[in-house]
């Protein structure tokens, strides 16, 4: 100081001082940290800059003793708003569009697996659809009464569940006119005459055993004429026909584990019944099954094509 007045010195290396003051001397330079990166070096008159390394982060609210490190991505249901910055951690919220990229993701899945689904609902009724035994019909009447199923024959429409599904029936259940009572009955007022009638009854015909054709081995008949039952019979009974023929529920299942789209279970299901009964097992055991199961119409039809073909013929009694 000299004559009031007093001159300022320039610092020293590593030294600096920002303004004018009366310090007796210049404030030490800063040095970042291992976590931090130089931004500027230190100059007599500004301290060195630092700055947290790239991933991390220090709040400039409050001192920064330690970068912390910015969270690496955005939760699945929050987008991005702002990157990560030496001052700032990664900003996150909600999606601001009508619809985010997850939401069109599951709207496009659950739209694949419906239609997939779909397809395979098809392909299952088309092929239940198929596996059904050709030529069934259905007969449709009011229940307990007999109704016309062509010429002068009559189907019973009423009773089981084969009668109503298989309109071949009608072998088994045909109607016999009694002859008409005599007289008539002439009405108080002219109109046309009445007369009365005797209750319709139906009359089954007898049903005839079939035995191998002679010179044939009955074993090896007995199972080609599997093929014909398993043709005939419509894949919605194969269950309840196995149990009307004493096969367990496990015989069944096993039975199914092949390509249930196909004739295979209904093969597998005849094989266990026919090494299970060894020598007694008999075309006119399935036959008869048939019957106490309600589907004559179809026991009828298998005779008729067993014959057919050679495999069978009727006895003789």
Not at 129 to 148: A, F, K
Request: glycine share 8%.
């Amino acid at each position: 100081e000299q004559n009031g007045s007093s001159k300022c010195l320039p610092c020293k290396e590593d030294e600096y001082i920002e303004y004018p003051n009366d310090f007796p001397k210049c404030l030490g330079c800063r040095t970042c940290r291992e976590d931090q990166v130089e931004l500027s070096p230190c100059r007599a008159v500004s301290d060195t800059q630092c700055a947290c390394r790239n991933g991390t982060f220090c709040s400039p609210d409050h001192p920064c003793e330690m970068c912390q490190k910015c969270r690496p991505r955005c939760p699945k249901d929050e987008v991005e708003l702002a990157p990560c910055t030496p001052h700032s951690d990664r900003q996150c919220g909600p999606p601001t569009g009508t619809f985010s990229s997850n939401s069109y993701i599951l709207i496009v899945t659950f739209t694949v697996v419906g239609v997939v689904a779909l397809l395979v609902l098809f392909g299952i009724l088309f092929k239940c659809h198929y596996c059904r035994s050709p030529g069934e019909h259905r007969v449709r009447g009011t229940p307990g009464v007999l109704t016309p199923a062509g010429g002068s024959a009559w189907v019973w429409a009423g009773g089981g569940l084969g009668t109503q599904d298989n309109i071949r029936n009608e072998r088994f259940f045909r109607d016999q006119l009694l002859p008409r009572a005599s007289g008539s009955v002439t009405p108080s007022t002219p109109g046309p005459e009445v007369h009365e009638h005797a209750p319709l009854l139906c009359r089954a015909r007898p049903r005839r055993n079939l035995v191998p054709v002679q010179g044939k081995d009955p074993v090896t008949l007995l199972r080609r004429s599997f093929d014909i039952f398993a043709r005939d019979v419509p894949c919605k009974d194969w269950k309840r026909y196995g149990r009307a023929l004493d096969l367990l529920e496990n015989d069944i299942a096993l039975a199914e584990m092949n390509d249930r789209y196909s004739l295979e279970p209904f093969f597998q299901m005849l094989n266990t019944w026919q090494n299970r009964q060894g020598m007694n097992a008999s075309v006119n055991t399935l036959l008869e099954t048939l019957h106490q199961i309600n589907l004559g119409g179809i026991a009828e039809d298998i005779s008729s094509k067993l014959v057919q073909q050679g495999f069978f013929q009727y006895e003789v009694s």
